[in-house]
C-alpha cells in the first residue's frame, strides 16, 4: 500500500515537473495543450505570457517577430499575440497574419474539431488543416 502511494506520488511529480518552467509557471505551449489545443499554433520563442483563467483572455510575448513558411503559406507573428482561449478555441486572435495571393490578412481565430484544426482568416473564409500539422512549432 505505502509503496503504491509512494508510486503514485513520483509519477504526479514527473508530470508536474515536465509542464513547468522555471519559475513554476506552465509553458504557453502547456496552456494551449491544456485546452486541447496543438503547440504547432504558436511559433518557437514564446516567453512569458498572462492569461486570465476566467476570461480567457490570453497574450503571449515572443522573443521576436516571427515569419514563417508553413506549407504553401507565410505567417507573420508580431509580438504580443493575444487572444481570448477556451477548450478547443483560440478567438478574437492579435497578432498573426498570413500571406494570401498577394495580401496579408488576419487570422481570427483557431478551432480544433477532432482531428481537423480550422483557420478563420478574415476576407477569405475557413481554411481547414490535419492538426497533426501543428504537433511542433514553427522555426522563426
Ligand atoms: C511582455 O512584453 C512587454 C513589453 O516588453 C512587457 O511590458 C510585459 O511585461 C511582458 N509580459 C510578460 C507576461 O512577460
Known sequence: MGTMV???????FCIFSARVDGNGQPSAYEV????????????????????DRNSGQFAVNLSSNCN?????????YNSPIT??????NLGRIGGVKVKIA??????????????QLRFKIRKVGTKRFPDSDFNSCPNC
Open 6 to 12: 509512494m508510486l503514485l506520488l513520483s509519477f504526479s
Open 32 to 51: 494551449l495543450k491544456s485546452y486541447n489545443l496543438p503547440i504547432g499554433v504558436l511559433p518557437k520563442g514564446a516567453l512569458g505570457y498572462t492569461l
Open 68 to 76: 514563417v513558411h508553413v506549407g504553401e503559406f507565410d505567417i507573420k
Open 83 to 88: 487572444g481570448v482561449i477556451s477548450h478547443n
Open 102 to 115: 498577394l495580401f496579408w490578412t488576419d487570422i481570427e481565430n483557431v478551432n480544433r474539431n477532432r482531428n
